[in-house]
Structure formats: structure tokens, C-alpha cells
């Protein structure tokens, strides 16, 4: 179909949880998603965030449907209790979006001894899906859409080292997350086309997408007018933050994406309007991907599919 990114199809009716929703691409995912008349839940570490981004996306669509809960990925033990705050017997679509990017050493571990980078980007979204099974189960059709990044097209997995215990840079290990993140996605497609599920698994990710290309939203995002100016010659490349939602916005809501699908930009695969993409053979290694979630569930003490 031909796909309008200012005119998606409506979505009223439906329930749509974004973690990360309070900021950056999170944001406009919960923004565009709203505007297209879904019920918006934002899943955020902080209240006063989440607040600010419920208030930016009702003044700008009246009528909108945004609400928040308490979500700490981080904290694999909380995540049970954030998702019992949901107020519907099912959700349509979880975009799995929120992440950590930490840009200096030393390596920084979460309660549980986990890296902070792998606990937050990975583990904390696949005991997250787990928890959300009964809601999404509730649904006649939900899709799980996950955020990877450009970031795990040139990295490796070392599932002997998966946490970068004996090889951490904090640039690979993010990229490294991320990629864990997306195979896991493509693994859990395989695995509910296998046991028959309605659910489908759909891999999104931004591009390039700046904060000083993005447009202002009151309380959550400022930009300078020489900001702007100075990047505006990298729009050839690049876009803002509110483009770079477009492609996790088709995956909830274009009719024909189908499960184990990748959407990307279309330019270069860092800027413009989304498209399908080839993902690269390491992304989707069967073998590769069943390793993982073995591992991913020791690590976390769950498995979607136990039972």
C-alpha cells in the first residue's frame, strides 16, 4: 500500500505501550500513535517525564488518549509490578523503544550484577515481554515492535561474553545490545509462528536521527536557532527525532507488515520515508538467536514461552 507518514490509518480502539515514550524518538512515537487515535501508555523511569510528555502530546491533539506507567527496565524485579498498573484487559502493540547509550567508562553493572547497557536495551525488554503476555494474548492480533539501532550492523555477538565483562567499550557494547535486542526479535517471531500465535515480532529502527534536527515540543524537547542552522546542511544524510518514529509507527499500524519484517529509512537506510529491509544474516542466525535466548533466560529467570 502506499504509505502516508502525516495520514497512517486510524487506530482507534486500540491500546499501544511505548517504552521510553517521555522522550527522543519514544516521544513522537507515543505523539504520531496518539494522533492516529490509539490509547498511548508511556512506560517511564520518571514521573515527572512521563507527566510533561502526556501534557506535550495533549496540547498538540486534543481529545488524545496518553496515559503512564512506572517502568524501570533496569530493574528486572520491578517489571512485574509496572505492568500490573495497566488499565486494560489487553494491548494491541508494545514498541519496545526505550535504551541507554552510556558514553564513558567504567563499565557500570544494575542491581543484579548485570551490564547496565545489556540490562536495560535487552534483558529488561525480553522480561518485559514475558510479563506482558497475558495482554498481548488478549489482543486478536498484537505486534511486538523492537527498536534496533544502525549501531548492530557492524557489531558481533560474543555469547561468551555477553555482558563485555572481559571487553567492554562502552560504543561496541551498545552496539552490541541493540543487535542482541534485534536478534531476539527475530527469534521470537520464529517462535510464535511456530507455536501457532496471532502475535507477530517486527524490527523497526530510526536511521540517523538528531536531536538539532528535531522539531521543539514544549517541556520536552528545545532546540536552538543556531543549532538548527548548523546542521541543516547534514539533512541530506540525516533527520530529526520525529522522523526517525516514522518506521516503528508502520510496523504498529501498516495492514500488510507481516512478523520478522525489518523497516527502516529509505535513503541510505538513515534518512526518509520507511521501507522494508533486508536485514543482515548475523541479525537473523537461527543458531545465533536460539543461543541468545537461552542465555537471555538465564540471565533474567524467565522465558516468554515457558509452558
Known amino acids: 500500500m502506499t504509505w502516508n507518514i502525516h495520514q497512517p490509518p486510524r487506530a482507534d480502539g486500540t491500546t499501544v505501550l511505548v517504552t521510553g515514550g517521555n522522550a527522543g524518538i519514544g516521544y513522537f512515537v507515543a505523539e504520531q500513535l496518539a494522533a492516529a487515535g490509539a490509547t498511548v501508555v508511556i512506560g517511564s ?4 517525564k512521563a507527566s510533561a510528555a502526556v501534557d506535550a502530546i495533549t496540547a498538540r491533539i486534543p481529545g488524545a488518549q496518553v496515559q503512564h506507567i512506572p517502568l524501570d527496565l533496569s530493574d528486572l524485579d520491578s517489571l512485574k509490578a509496572s505492568v500490573d498498573h495497566l488499565a486494560t484487559d489487553s494491548l494491541d502493540a508494545v514498541v519496545l523503544n526505550a535504551g541507554i547509550a552510556l558514553d564513558d567508562p567504567p563499565r ?15 534483558l529488561g525488554h525480553f522480561a518485559l515481554v514475558n510479563h506482558l503476555a497475558p495482554w498481548l494474548n488478549g489482543a486478536p492480533a ?36 541493540k543487535l ?9 517471531d520464529r517462535r510464535l509462528r511456530a507455536s501457532g500465535s496471532t502475535s507477530m ?9 538528531l536531536d538539532a534536527l528535531t522539531p521543539p515540543r514544549a517541556g520536552i524537547h528545545q532546540r536552538s536557532s543556531g543549532q538548527h542552522l548548523l546542521t541543516l546542511p547534514a ?31 529509505r535513503t541510505f537506510g538513515l534518512r526518509g520515508k520507511p521501507h522494508l529491509e533486508k536485514p543482515h544474516d548475523h541479525m537473523t542466525d537461527r543458531t545465533t538467536g536460539a543461543a541468545l535466548w537461552t542465555a537471555t533466560s538465564t540471565l533474567t529467570d524467565v522465558d516468554p514461552f515457558a509452558g
Open 45 to 48: 523511569r520518571s514521573h515527572a
Open 108 to 122: 557500570q553493572e544494575n542491581r543484579r550484577g548485570h551490564e547496565l547497557m545489556l540490562a536495560t536495551n535487552h
Open 142 to 177: 498484537a505486534r511486538i515492535v523492537t527498536m534496533g539501532s544502525f549501531a548492530a550492523r557492524s557489531e558481533r555477538l560474543d555469547l561468551d561474553d555477553l555482558q563485555s565483562v572481559r571487553d567492554y567499550d562502552p560504543k561496541r557494547t551498545y552496539g552490541r545490545s
Open 180 to 188: 542482541a535486542q534485534m536478534t531476539f526479535a527475530f527469534e521470537l
Open 201 to 209: 515480532s517486527v524490527i523497526a529502527h530510526p536511521g540517523g536521527a
Open 235 to 265: 539533512k541530506a544524510l540525516v533527520q530529526g527525532k520525529d522522523a526517525g518514529a516514522w518506521p516503528a509507527v508502520r510496523a504498529v499500524l501498516d495492514p500488510d507488515v507481516q512478523g520478522g519484517q525489518l523497516w527502516g529509512p
